[in-house]
């Protein structure tokens, strides 16, 4: 059973363009909502996460919106640059029992152009 | 100073044989996972420990088997290596998500080809 739904598998954008990747939960007791960006040949790094007791989140280019209501959040990435394409995966996890999980979507591969 | 580290970063080898990878982080962490990428970049996870304790092991193989010896390294032991077994392996660490850890940090991955 996939938790993290993730799209689009992949995005081109232009060099100062806006990137959007879309990641739907399905698990309410999610309380902690990550995105993290991995490079060719490297592991996944954090980028931004969220909680989902605020319903946005900027951090400088990258900002997180987040509905509660509808489990789905996003990732917005503003004045996209070439060095921003790598491949991006939304995550879940929660603080409950069984809380150890960090489900992730199944990754958007974001090429900027220049 | 790397946080989580892995070795090797690549291993080639024979279907049927065995073979380890090693992980090891200095984060103080005691949460650790192992994590399979495959080709189309898909990160699954495959097992968890706390404190050297498994607590997921999702559906895999019982060819694989991970071992802690103390909760700064989490090795995966593979038998009988097939070639679907060919993927990239990350291992990750966490603080106890129970106790307020959120950042998991990965290792550079293990790219395993099996011929």
């Known amino acids: 059973q996939q938790q993290v739904k993730q799209s689009p598998q992949s995005l081109i954008v232009q060099k100062g363009g806006i990137s959007i990747i879309n990641c739907a939960y399905e698990n309410t007791a999610f309380d902690y909502f990550p995105w993290y960006q991995q490079f060719p040949g490297k592991g996944p790094a954090l980028l931004i996460a969220?909680?989902?007791?605020?319903s946005e989140k900027k951090e400088g280019r990258f900002t997180i919106s987040f509905n509660k209501s509808a489990k789905q959040f996003s990732l917005h990435i503003m004045d996209s640059q070439p060095g921003d394409s790598a491949t991006y995966f939304c995550a879940a996890s929660y603080s409950g029992a069984g809380s150890y999980q960090l489900t992730f979507g199944k990754g958007t591969k974001l090429s900027v152009i220049p | 100073d790397t946080a989580v580290s892995q070795t090797p970063k690549y291993l080639v080898t024979q279907m049927g044989n065995d073979k380890s990878i090693k992980c090891e982080q200095n984060l103080g962490h005691d949460t650790m996972y192992w994590y399979k990428q495959d080709s189309k970049k898909f990160l699954k996870i495959m097992f968890s420990y706390n404190n050297k304790e498994l607590i997921i092991n999702e559906t895999v193989p019982n060819r694989f088997s991970p071992k802690s010896p103390d909760k700064a390294h989490l090795n995966l032991h593979i038998n009988s290596l097939e070639l679907g077994d060919s993927a990239v392996y990350f291992c990750?660490?966490?603080?106890?998500?129970?106790?307020?850890?959120?950042?998991?940090?990965f290792g550079q991955g293990t790219r395993l080809t099996v011929v």
């Open positions: 969220i909680r989902p007791d605020v």
């Open positions: 990750a660490s966490r603080q106890n998500p129970r106790q307020g850890g959120t950042e998991a940090f």
